[in-house]
T-cell receptor
Framework: GDSVTQMEGPVTLSEEAFLTINCTYT??????LFWYVQYPGEGLQLLLK?????DKGSNKGFEATYRKETTSFHLEKGSVQVSDSAVYFC????????????FGKGTTLSVSS | NAGVTQTPKFQVLKTGQSMTLQCAQD?????MYWYRQDPGMGLRLIYY???????DKGEVPNGYNVSRLNKREFSLRLESAAPSQTSVYFC???????????FGQGTRLTVV
């Protein structure tokens, strides 16, 4: 079945460092890909998404490009801030109505000043 | 704008007790979902409802039942709680399965 694999955490960075969180997927058809973020004590919220190959999703300085040839959707940010400390989840959804989001296990990011 | 509302936010149960987690959305979404979040396991789908009147099992349905009461409400019931069901439960909704999902704030359930 469909699945998402993302890099294990935690990831610990200093402020202004470059961030990459790797995400690869296995899916049939043409899934949509998402990054969600969870701040402490809160639910998940959408960070960015891409719905077809070569699309780039971006938001709040974060970017991810849908790479069908490598089945990847890596999250990047050029300069992280302390406020970016959170848990990041990569997810996919099938291309059929009636499917549900499938999540990776999450990567905890901790940014220090 | 309430979005997705879950009740209760916290609950402690004794083994064998039953309870129902409530979820309501005000975005007129067709699809609703229940996930559980455990350390190191990410979010795992328990049940989902692609549209009013339908429900389907997810990855970890054992020990749970659901009811799609109407388009707005989707409840999750634990008939006989077990310590393995200690978790944080999230309800979510979306227009359809391949669009953005909106999440509630979660219910932290402890079974002792």
């Amino acid at each position: 079945g469909d699945s998402v694999t993302q890099m294990e955490g935690p990831v610990t960075l200093s402020e202004e460092a470059f961030l990459t969180i790797n995400c690869t997927y296995t899916a049939t058809g043409y899934p949509s890909l998402f990054w969600y973020v969870q701040y402490p004590g809160e639910g998940l919220q959408l960070l960015l998404k891409a719905t077809k190959a070569d699309d780039k999703g971006s938001n709040k300085g974060f970017e991810a490009t849908y790479r069908k040839e490598t089945t990847s959707f890596h999250l990047e940010k050029g300069s992280v801030q302390v406020s970016d400390s959170a848990v990041y989840f990569c997810a996919l959804s099938g291309d059929q109505a009636g499917t549900a989001l499938i999540f990776g296990k999450g990567t905890t990011l901790s940014v220090s000043s | 704008n309430a979005g997705v509302t879950q009740t209760p936010k916290f609950q402690v149960l004794k083994t064998g007790q039953s309870m129902t987690l409530q979820c309501a959305q005000d975005m007129n979404h067709n699809s609703m979902y229940w996930y559980r979040q455990d350390p190191g396991m990410g979010l795992r789908l328990i049940y989902y409802s692609a549209s009013e009147g339908t429900t389907d099992k997810g990855e970890v349905p054992n020990g749970y039942n659901v009811s799609r009461l109407n388009k707005r409400e989707f409840s999750l019931r634990l008939e006989s709680a077990a310590p393995s069901q200690t978790s944080v439960y999230f309800c979510a909704s979306s227009d359809r399965g391949d669009t953005e999902a909106f999440f509630g704030q979660g219910t932290r359930l402890t079974v002792v």
